[in-house]
């Protein structure tokens, strides 16, 4: 059941109502919005109590029962757009469309500082880096590790933009949360439930990318696993998925963007250099994805992609991120919104 509780109330109006709903047998879940407090009532109906009683609170606006799977991610339990917090001064999810840029992997610090000087000048709003990279092959370049973590909040501090980066292990959450201001969890980590849980207990916003081969409802339902640990700062990343098609490395599902976007109410990024794994294709998806309606783009850069530790083929050099983000404007534009 979702609850939608009227303006303006006080914490002892609003504790008041949350001590009803558990006392009726549910377990909620608040989702504090611009306008609204709404709170997910997570329970059996057939077994407790219905909360449609709870309308004749004075504090109460609407009770409303939930038909999906995905409750609190779903776009019936929280009407709004959701936006999320990053750092001090962005805003992902509303009117402003939002680029993060940065290397595949920090390499060093002059390379990482380099490339957030570079794309923070060009329009980038947010700095990507890895600092622990997961491999297909052990023998593969794995990261930096907390050395890259300290080189990405040394880039935050000489230019002032927050940062986005990989979360791979339970055990290093906490870690990863001291330093990064949006945990990414990635396509092969997107239904390891317990290293979710343990994102969202940090209070850090997290991105969730889409699995290789994984549907949009087990998308949906892997972030309910964040919302479910309360911590409403949630963002769904489209990345590609595994098809037929080996023109590309993967299959960029654009029609992600529409879809996301009914169904549910967290923001939906895109991430065209996983998603296509080819730099010459990463510019017209960009665009194709701004212009249906993605509230921000995830996109590698890097100052000499033929020398990149990984994934170099998909990297944009500085040069050709500068032109994109010179191009991208009407893009934008034409989804009702304006670059950040």
Known sequence: MIVVLKPNLTKKQEAAVLREIRKLGYRP???RGVARTVIGAIGDEQTHHTLETLTAWPQVESVMPVQKRFKLTSREAHQPNSQVKVG?????????????????SVESEKQI??????????????LRGGAFKPRTSPYEFQGLGEKGLKLLAKARKETGLPIITELLSENH?????????????????????????AAAKTGKPVLLKRGL??????????????????????????????????YTRNTLDLST?????????CPIVIDPSQGCGRADLVMNLCKGAAAMGADALLIEVHPNPAEAWSDGAQQLTLDNFKQLMDELPPFVAASGRTMA
């Open 29 to 31: 879940h608040v989702m």
């Open 88 to 104: 001090k001064n962005v805003v992902i999810g509303g009117d402003r469309f939002h680029v993060m840029a940065g290397p595949c």
């Open 113 to 126: 500082i380099d490339t957030a000087k570079a794309v923070k000048a060009a329009g980038a709003t947010v």
């Open 173 to 197: 959450a906490e870690m990863v949360a001291e330093y990064a201001d949006i945990l990414q969890i990635g396509a092969r980590n997107a239904q390891n439930f317990q290293l979710l849980i």
């Open 213 to 246: 081969s994984m549907k949009v409802e087990e998308w949906l339902l892997a972030g309910e696993y964040v919302l479910a640990n309360e911590n409403p700062n949630l963002m769904f990343c489209e990345r590609g998925i595994r098809t037929f098609e080996t």
């Open 257 to 265: 963007i529409p879809i996301v976007k009914k169904e549910s109410h």
